[in-house]
DNA sequence: CGGATCTTTGATAGAGGTCAAGTGCCGTGG
DNA sequence: CCACGGCACTTGACCTCTATCAAAGATCCG
């Protein structure tokens, strides 16, 4: 199953047939108020799992971050499947614990933190996405894509387009980070925006 | 195991080695930023899970909220158990599930709502867990006992003390609520509370 | 009762939102 | 190859909501 940019295949509300799993791309989870409020809940990547949260209806929307394939598991089949492997079960379990672990420091993010250490520990999060979550390189520069536009790091981190780019041009200013392009973004030092992340300064 | 009010048993960085069931009272589950900054992630009641998002260690500290009765399985035992009902792992995916349900919802009231939306959205909450989530009944006046302190509530919603305090008198001023002692509340008009809650009023 | 703690209320300040121009980037077409 | 238009991003001015600081009640418990 392949999806172009922008386009969205699951609405929120709408009956929960299938499991995803995405397999290349990028893909955006969110929910809506009424009045068009939306809070971006997640990113998935190649290997991430969708829809696991297997309720009545879908609980959140998901959209294409470019050009998106992936699989589409029926829920029907899916209890052929854990039936056959009995391991499945578990790694379905492990996976969704993952992701409890994550949503609960993105409620501390969005309940507790400021506009400043929301962005660093956005910028922070992604650079480990590219080397893990060691902290060794942190010491020396790090080149980041971002390939969601501000619109979409906005909606994830709380805020307003206008506030993630106050932000950034305040870091770029302080030596923090680099803007090469809109995209494209070095973090100079990345221990320093780290101990932001975490409220440390 | 029992432990008594305001105690604290799970200590957020620990190494993770138990699995709780609560059988008896409430607990509230939070986690920390390091200057004190504190984010309620949910409170459990009797038949909550605890623990589900094993990992190395805890990713979230526990304290129990009055006296409270629990049942303690070591993780190492978990694999054998599971083995012998299989039907468990798939219960506990479930409860994983619907956990990540309510974390998105609650990711978006902290991210996109306002507090009077969220105080309403608390309220409307607790009735629900009361008289399940129909709307019936939405009708007339609920009756609410809330037993945790303004604190929690507050860093539960993401807002202070203070503008907890206000909403609360903001909503009784506007004939919304009854505020017959701190802990006890009464709905006055809980359809009007939940569109408050929606952000559509 | 009396003191500690929690809650409410008031006054003020500040972080981030809103509204409104720019600015830069990129694709299209002349 | 350059001009133009559209769109995303940035920047600025201003405002609002919620936090902060400070008392003044409530409530609880010895």
Do not use: W
């Amino acid at each position: 199953m392949t999806v172009s940019d922008g386009r969205s295949f699951i609405e929120e509300g709408s009956p929960a047939n299938d499991f995803f799993v995405v397999t290349e791309g990028r893909v955006k989870l969110f929910t809506l108020l009424p009045d068009g409020r939306r809070q971006i809940t997640g990113f998935a990547e190649g290997g991430d799992f969708l829809g696991l949260a297997a309720s009545r209806s879908y609980a959140f929307g998901a959209e294409a971050l470019g050009t998106v394939t992936l699989c589409r598991f029926p829920h029907a089949g899916m209890s052929r499947l854990t039936h056959r492997f009995p391991n499945l079960e578990h790694r379905l379990r492990e996976e969704a614990s993952r992701e409890l672990i994550l949503m609960q420091a993105r409620m501390t993010l969005l309940g507790r933190k400021t506009a400043r250490e929301r962005v660093a520990t956005f910028l922070i999060e992604r650079a480990r996405l590219l080397h893990g979550p060691d902290t060794e390189q942190m010491a020396e520069t790090i080149e980041l894509d971002l390939p969601m536009p501000r619109s979409d790091i906005a909606d994830y981190l709380g805020l307003t387009i206008e506030t993630v780019s106050r932000i950034f041009s305040a870091f770029k200013k302080e030596g923090l980070i680099n803007i090469r392009a809109i995209t494209h973004i070095s973090l100079l030092a990345p221990e320093r925006i780290s101990l932001i992340a975490e409220g440390a300064e």
